[in-house]
């Protein structure tokens, strides 16, 4: 069955460096998302990206972050220049299209510590 | 705007006992109703998801929710636990406007005991 994978599954960065996440969506899959859960804390959309450009994405995704398909599989999310709040668990979806019935399809997850 | 309330971190039960996981939502728009399950070092799995039609929906592994709309509750349920059950469990809410966002609780931990 197809899956949404991503890597590294656990990333370790000091403060103020540049980290990227990597996701492999699905591959007939249109709609990809990043979403992050801070430990004790609900999961929290990110972003949505379609047809190479964001169309949605929330408060928390500011002027640090950044998403980008590089090449027909890959899915990224680069944080410029991490902080300590910054320190989650980064999850990756993708999904067929964008209706209220689409399901979106996890990835396992990269665990992000910021020292 | 959305939320979902789920009510205790953590659930415990004993195998073959009936589980019961609770979800409440706000939503100002006729909801789509979620539940994932999340194994150890695995990603977000769906259980099941209502969308519209029969408010009762059937998912894998045996889970079932019910779509109460009085209640705007969603909870979920089996009617024996198995061992294999133990994992977090996570209800999310999405609007039918158009717009691709889930908004999930914080989840709840099932823990089942021999």
């Known amino acids: 069955e197809p899956e949404v994978t991503q890597t590294p599954s656990h990333q370790v960065t000091q403060m103020g460096q540049e980290v990227i996440l990597r996701c492999v969506p699905i591959?007939?899959?249109?709609?990809f998302y990043w979403y992050r859960q801070i430990l004790g804390q609900k999961v929290e959309f990110l972003v949505s990206f379609y047809n190479n450009e964001i169309s949605e994405k929330s408060e928390i995704f500011d002027d640090q972050f950044s998403v980008e398909r590089p090449d027909g599989s890959n899915f990224t999310l680069k944080i410029r220049s991490t902080k300590l709040e910054d320190s989650a668990m980064y999850f990756c979806?993708?999904?067929?299209?964008?209706?209220?019935?689409?399901?979106?399809?996890f990835g396992p997850g990269t665990r992000l510590t910021v020292l | 705007a959305q939320s979902v309330t789920q009510l205790g971190s953590h659930v415990s039960v004993s195998e073959g006992a009936l589980v019961l996981l609770r979800c409440n939502y706000s939503?100002?728009?006729?909801?789509?109703l979620f539940w994932y399950v999340q194994y150890p070092n695995q990603g977000l799995q769906l259980l099941l998801k209502?969308?519209?039609?029969?408010?009762l929906v059937k998912g894998i592994n045996g889970f079932e929710a019910e779509f109460k709309k009085s209640e705007t509750s969603f909870h979920l349920t089996k009617p024996s636990a198995h061992m294999s059950d133990a994992a977090e469990y996570f209800c999310?809410?999405?609007?039918?406007?158009?717009?691709?966002?889930?908004?999930f609780g914080k989840g709840t931990m099932l823990l089942v005991s021999p």
């Open positions: 939503s100002s728009v006729p909801p789509y």
């Open positions: 999310a809410v999405r609007g039918n406007s158009g717009y691709s966002t889930l908004t």
């Open positions: 591959s007939n899959h249109l709609y």
């Open positions: 209502y969308t519209t039609g029969a408010t």
């Open positions: 979806a993708s999904s067929q299209g964008d209706r209220g019935t689409d399901t979106q399809y």
